[in-house]
Structures are given as structure tokens and as C-alpha cells.
T-cell receptor
Framework: SQQGEEDPQALSIQEGENATMNCSYK?????LQWYRQNSGRGLVHLIL?????REKHSGRLRVTLDTSKKSSSLLITASRAADTASYFC???????????FGAGTRLTVKP | DTAVSQTPKYLVTQMGNDKSIKCEQN?????MYWYKQDSKKFLKIMFS???????INETVPNRFSPKSPDKAHLNLHINSLELGDSAVYFC??????????????FGPGTRLTVL
């Protein structure tokens, strides 16, 4: 069954602006991951945040996790046209032995 | 140098046919996965193999049969293809089973079109 749900489904911004995408999930987790998918390509891992962490940074990426609200956000600062892609969150479902992905947020960054 | 490779990249076939998609990873990972991504881009896990043993078999039709000759390969065989099987199929691998939160490495995908 689907675990993560991204919001919004689609986001369009101008180059240089920040992009924020949200993810909500249903069950307890050990960790949450964000992936990026360029059109017609496989997914690429961006960042992992564990359930005991609240915030994590990687370059222009900032991820937050609120386990009380069962939600996470991915912030991309100073966006570039090359950031145009779909972004997925994935959770491990707590005791499950698999990663559950949401339907993704389609981000378009206009030059 | 490709970490996770899939063949073929595109597969167009008639309803009722049997087809296979191959996947290989050269990362030395213990766990491999098959995912199906539908037209709405929702990514759903189908199978997970850990050291050649099936760990997950989500409620996919038994027309789908994964085969793992060794831990570097996880092939997907599909019998009696149906229109609803049209999707992009992704193979992935990770060092350990997903509970540990390891990053998953994805293949480029196989776009299956059933006519």
C-alpha cells in the first residue's frame, strides 16, 4: 500500500526561487528518504533522514522531519532549471522490510 | 561502469505474449527490488530479493515471476501479458534489506507497452 504522499502534485517556479515540497506518511518509520527522477530516467537518492533527526542539509537541499505530524519537507534553495524533475519521498514503514514511495511532486523550474 | 542495468530499455509486445526483463547490479549489494511505475508516476514495489531469497511479494498477479540466479541478477518474467501491465518497470538494489534505510540504486527503467 502507498505510504508517502507528496504535496503539491506539481510545482512551477522561476529560477532562483526556493521550492518546498511536502510528504506525509501514515505509519511509524525508522527513516525517510527523498529521491529525484528526471523524465524517463531512474530514481536517484538525494538525502536520508532518520526518525531521531529533525533537520538535515545537503548542498542546496534542506530536509525536515516531524514525526509527531508524520510529515517531512524538502526545500531546494536558489533553484535552477536543471532541478526540474519529479521528487519522491520514501519511508521504510517502521517494521516493514521495504521502502514505500509516494506519487511524487513534479517540479518545473523556469529559466 | 553502470551500477544497475536493465534490458531492454523499451519493450513493445502483443497481449498474451510472455516476456522477460533482465536486471544486473555490479555493486555487490545483497538486496534487489522490482518496482512498477504507472502512468500517474506512482512507484509501487513488486518484489524484493535478499541474497537470492524472496522477501516481499506484494499482491502482484502470479503471471509475474521473479528469478534470481545469483545475488547480482534479478530477472522479471511476465506471462500472458495484459494491457494493464503497460508501465515502466524499475530494478533497484541496496546493500541490505530496506529496514536499515540504505540508499537504493535504481536502474534506468524498462518501458513496457502492451498492445
Amino acid at each position: 500500500s502507498q505510504q508517502g504522499e507528496e504535496d503539491p502534485q506539481a510545482l512551477s517556479i522561476q529560477e532562483g526561487e526556493n521550492a518546498t515540497m511536502n510528504c506525509s506518511y501514515k505509519t511509524s518509520i525508522n527513516n525517510l528518504q527523498w529521491y529525484r527522477q528526471n523524465s524517463g530516467r531512474g530514481l536517484v537518492h538525494l538525502i536520508l533522514i532518520r526518525s531521531n533527526e529533525r533537520e538535515k542539509h545537503s548542498g542546496r537541499l534542506r530536509v525536515t522531519l516531524d514525526t509527531s505530524k508524520k510529515s517531512s519537507s524538502l526545500l531546494i534553495t536558489a533553484s535552477r532549471a536543471a532541478d526540474t524533475a519529479s521528487y519522491f519521498c520514501a519511508t521504510d514503514g517502521g517494521n516493514n522490510n521495504d521502502m514505500r514511495f509516494g506519487a511524487g511532486t513534479r517540479l518545473t523550474v523556469k529559466p | 561502469d553502470t551500477a544497475v542495468s536493465q534490458t531492454p530499455k523499451y519493450l513493445v509486445t502483443q497481449m498474451g505474449n510472455d516476456k522477460s526483463i533482465k536486471c544486473e547490479q555490479n555493486l555487490g549489494h545483497d538486496t534487489m527490488y522490482w518496482y512498477k511505475q504507472d502512468s500517474k508516476k506512482f512507484l509501487k514495489i513488486m518484489f524484493s530479493y535478499n541474497n537470492k531469497e524472496l522477501i516481499i511479494n506484494e499482491t502482484v498477479p502470479n503471471r509475474f515471476s521473479p528469478k534470481s540466479p545469483d545475488k547480482a541478477h534479478l530477472n522479471l518474467h511476465i506471462n500472458s501479458l495484459e494491457l494493464g501491465d503497460s508501465a515502466v518497470y524499475f530494478c533497484a538494489s541496496s546493500p541490505r534489506i530496506g529496514l536499515f534505510g540504505d540508499e537504493q540504486f535504481f536502474g534506468p527503467g524498462t518501458r513496457l507497452t502492451v498492445l
